[in-house]
Structure formats: structure tokens, C-alpha cells
């Protein structure tokens, strides 16, 4: 059972049966965030990746 992050809309204290934290993130299965996401109070939280590199880091290249 895998939860993701969503962040919550601002107007809304309760999700999922559970009051807001202070930072407006929750913690919801698919199944728990389906109703709240079909009305719009929660969106999922989109964190931004890193790009993995395949050069060594902290070398020069030799040419």
C-alpha cells in the first residue's frame, strides 16, 4: 500500500476525515485521496528530481 505526498487546497481544514496540518501536506493510498482528489481540495505534491549524471564529479575531462 503505497501512499504519496498531496498538498491541500487552501479553504479546507479536514481530508480524508483528518484535519489539516499546519504544512498542508497529506500522506493517502489511491483509494484513500480518490474522493478529495475528485473534488478538487487535494493535488499531488510535485517535487522537483535531480538529473542523474554520468560524468565523475569533481574531474576534469581530458582531452
Known amino acids: 500500500m503505497d501512499k504519496k505526498t498531496y498538498l491541500v487546497e487552501p ?3 479536514v481530508v480524508n476525515g483528518m484535519p489539516v496540518p499546519a504544512n ?3 500522506k493517502l493510498t489511491n483509494g484513500e485521496a480518490m474522493f478529495d482528489l475528485g473534488l ?3 493535488r499531488p505534491l510535485e517535487r522537483k528530481r535531480v538529473p ?3 560524468e565523475p564529479v ?3 575531462l581530458e582531452t
Open 40 to 42: 478538487g481540495r487535494i
Open 52 to 54: 542523474k549524471t554520468t
Open 11 to 13: 479553504g479546507f481544514d
Open 58 to 60: 569533481g574531474e576534469e
Open 24 to 26: 498542508r501536506r497529506v
